[in-house]
């Protein structure tokens, strides 16, 4: 939310975009971060720069409209991935595809519901 309203669309897509590719480019930044190295930065926000955006920001930005709705109890994120675990609809809905082929196909209901309830 803060970075839509200080930074504006753009920044909001790269920073969704960094998650893409299976956050190789938010690996890079959060590297970069820890040990202040400048061009290991450029090098993760050039990759979200260029990743696709297929269905990760669909996916962040209605969980993150469900979180302001949600009613029940946040919850810690390992606490989310056992509950992951024993919904038998999340469980199988993905063998061998892509998790935008798969599990987001077949269980993004689920997954929503589950990743509105993270908390930090």
């Not at 892509?98 to 689920?110: K, Q, S, Y």
Request: aromatic share 12%; charged share 20%.
């Amino acid at each position: 939310m803060l970075v839509r309203i200080y930074m504006g669309m753009v920044a909001l897509t790269i920073w969704l975009l960094t998650y893409a590719g299976y956050v190789h480019g938010l690996i890079h930044i959060d590297l970069a971060f820890e040990f202040k190295q400048p061009l290991l930065l450029a090098e993760g926000l050039a990759q979200a720069a260029v990743h696709h955006d297929w269905w990760y920001n669909a996916y962040f930005c209605a969980a993150e409209e469900l979180t302001a709705e949600v009613e029940e109890l946040a919850l810690p994120l390992v606490d989310l991935f056992d509950m992951e675990r024993a919904d038998p609809r999340i469980n199988t809905a993905s063998s061998w595809e892509l998790a935008r082929d798969g599990t987001m196909m077949n269980a993004r209901d689920e997954i929503l519901q589950l990743a509105a309830r993270w908390s930090c």
